[in-house]
């Protein structure tokens, strides 16, 4: 099946530095992508929709300057997280929509901020 | 606001026997739902989808139930095995159109050996 990988797994950063989460499509060719956050032993909260060639768009509530999202390739978003505090450690997960519309999940980046 | 919950937070069950985890869903719009796996640590699997003119489909092992009129999702795995415990997450897409996915809240099912 598709894949998707996020990179990477895990990352520690400290206070106050801007940390950058790659999410590829590996064997196909992603117009849409999506990213989420989880928090510990809660659900997945659909931050922003990321789309090849143009800004994406953000749900509610997430603040666009701070979580950055750059859709340069149909295989490739990258999410910054910029001036990280510790409030912002949680796990990150990608998502992305192959052309039959079927969606494959990342395996998370976890963020650690110190 | 439209929400998807989940009845259980917690279900442990023998291995061998059956699950049966439920999801409820507010939003009478939605037209497609997932099930989802989750492993600790890691994204999201795919287990079976059904779509709102179905109210069963059958998967290898596993069956989703769609009961439309009073919002209700359920996931029944058959012969459950030590494999299966991860959490379980439902999630319905109330905008039609595009692949935008509200999430459950998740259960987690323990299999007892």
């Known amino acids: 099946g598709a894949v998707v990988s996020q990179h990477p797994s895990r990352v520690i950063c400290k206070s106050g530095t801007s940390v950058k989460i790659e999410c590829r499509s590996l064997?196909?060719?992603?117009?849409?992508m999506f990213w989420y956050r989880q928090f510990p032993k809660k659900s997945l909260m659909l931050m922003a929709t990321s789309n090849e060639g143009s800004k994406a768009t953000y749900e509610q509530g997430v603040e666009k300057d701070k979580f950055l999202i750059n859709h340069a390739s149909l295989t490739l978003s990258t999410l910054t997280v910029t001036s990280a505090h510790p409030e912002d450690s949680s796990f990150y997960i990608c998502?992305?929509?192959?052309?039959?519309?079927?969606?494959?999940f990342g395996e998370g980046s976890r963020l650690t901020v110190l | 606001g439209e929400s998807v919950g989940l009845h259980l937070p917690t279900l442990s069950v023998q291995e061998g026997d059956n699950s049966i985890i439920n999801c409820a869903y507010s939003?009478?719009?939605?037209?497609?739902f997932i099930w989802y796996k989750q492993e600790s640590g890691k994204g999201p699997q795919f287990i079976i989808d059904i779509r709102s003119n179905m109210d069963k489909r059958q998967g290898q092992r596993v069956t989703v139930l769609l009961n439309k009129t009073v919002k209700h999702l359920s996931l029944q795995i058959a012969a459950t095995q030590p494999g299966d415990s991860a959490v379980y997450f439902c999630a319905e897409n109330p905008f039609s159109g595009t692949y935008k996915y509200i999430f459950g809240t998740g259960t987690r099912l323990k299999v007892l050996a």
């Open positions: 064997d196909f060719q992603a117009t849409t």
């Open positions: 998502s992305a929509r192959d052309l039959a519309g079927e969606l494959f």
């Open positions: 939003n009478s719009a939605s037209d497609y």
